[in-house]
Antibody, heavy 121, light 106 residues
């Protein structure tokens, strides 16, 4: 069974940083692209970033470009999201999700349980 | 960015009834559209990809149709566990975007 377990969320002040992690199990992690998707309270999901299976290619939403960095460690079956210069509008539940292929982020299946990031002073 | 507009915002039905949920794209997305179900306090779950392909294990009462700009998710006979929020998502153009959701309530 595919399992994705996020960690690292919490309360941070505007301008601060957080690093999210997503531990994967139940599938060959190094063969699949992975993504981070966030959902603000009462809103629809928003794709934040995706990374190819090898880690050699990544894409970002304009709203986080230059502030967030996605990475992965295939030896540890773990996905990361480094979030810098956080803003109030980054407050959301952050989900990691598995993509169907190695080099594209077409759809998301499955999703982890999510980790809440709150940006507030 | 491609905007996905879902209608209605809320759909009130009873178990056993047929549900028809709509998703309209601001430009053609071919068949590059997925549907997700989200229950309260849970992560979204993939239901349909590429407009009409059912995800593994999805009951046959769920079906997707459409192409271009107009898409439909149909639940042929509602079960109690189907009452949730449903989102569509396009993967035609980056950034991939989601609709604002349709809440299916009893």
């Amino acid at each position: 069974e595919v399992q994705l377990l996020e960690s690292g969320g919490g309360l941070v002040q505007p301008g601060g940083s957080l690093r999210l992690s997503c531990a994967a199990s139940g599938f060959s992690f190094s063969n699949y692209a992975m993504s981070w998707v966030r959902q603000a309270p009462g809103k629809g999901p928003e794709l934040v970033s995706g990374i190819s299976a090898s880690g050699g290619s990544a894409s970002y939403a304009e709203s986080v470009k230059g502030r967030f960095t996605i990475s992965r460690d295939n030896s540890k079956d773990t996905l990361y999201l480094q979030m810098n210069n956080l803003r109030a509008e980054d407050t959301a539940v952050y989900y990691c999700a598995k993509n169907p292929y190695s080099g594209s982020y077409y759809w998301f299946d499955p999703w982890g349980q999510g980790t809440l990031v709150t940006v507030s002073s | 960015d491609i905007v996905l507009t879902q209608s209605p915002a809320t759909l009130s039905l009873s178990p056993g009834e047929r549900a028809t949920l709509s998703c309209r794209a601001s430009q053609s997305v071919s068949i590059n559209l997925a549907w997700y179900q989200q229950k309260r306090g849970q992560a979204p779950r993939l239901l349909i990809y590429e407009a009409f392909n059912r995800a593994t294990g999805l009951p046959a009462r769920f079906s997707g149709s459409g192409s271009g700009t107009d898409f439909t998710l149909t639940i042929s006979s509602l079960e109690p566990e189907d009452f949730a929020v449903y989102y569509c998502q396009q993967r035609y153009n980056w950034p991939y975007t989601f609709g604002q959701g349709t809440k299916l309530e009893i």
